[in-house]
């Protein structure tokens, strides 16, 4: 064998390579984080507020145990209007929304939800104040 075929051989592997690379990215799905991210980038400003409100309150503990996820929300303060949220980075169906009314304890068991990391933000208003709790757990 020549150099001419050698380097024809490794041109034409080579040209193989960079197209199978180039379908296969592009058939990748990419999800953004959610779908009104835009609209939430413009309003910023506002959830760095409400991230700071949140911080001058006593906070919502989410722990887990073997079988639930645990929200408690502290008896001293008027929460209200609480959203919990439950955003999995890597797969945007499966995100979950549960709105808390009528107790200081909430639970949700963990064989509602797939194993993985879960972004958590809660929402709430303490008195006039808008407030945004984040927080991520490994299920």
């Known amino acids: 064998m020549n150099w001419g075929k050698g380097i024809a051989i490794v041109l034409t592997l080579f040209i193989g390579f960079i197209l199978y690379l180039a379908i296969s990215l592009m058939s990748h799905k990419v999800d953004l984080e959610s779908e009104d991210y835009y609209l939430r980038e413009i309003?910023?400003?506002?959830?760095?507020?409400a991230l700071e409100?949140?911080?001058q309150n006593e906070q919502i503990v989410v722990s887990q145990d073997d079988a639930n996820v645990i929200v408690q929300i502290p008896e001293s303060g008027l929460y209200n209007d609480i959203l919990l949220e439950l955003f999995r980075?890597?797969?945007?169906?499966?995100d979950i929304k549960f709105k808390?009314?009528?107790?200081k304890?909430?639970?949700i068991q963990k064989?509602?939800?797939v194993p993985g990391q879960y972004n958590i933000e809660i929402t709430?208003?303490?008195g006039e104040l808008n407030c945004l709790q984040k927080d991520e757990i490994y299920i």
């Open 43 to 49: 309003a910023y400003q506002e959830e760095i507020t």
């Open 100 to 103: 808390i009314t009528g107790t």
């Open 124 to 126: 709430y208003r303490n």
């Open 111 to 113: 064989d509602q939800l």
């Open 105 to 107: 304890t909430f639970t």
């Open 89 to 94: 980075p890597n797969n945007n169906e499966q």
């Open 53 to 55: 409100n949140a911080n």
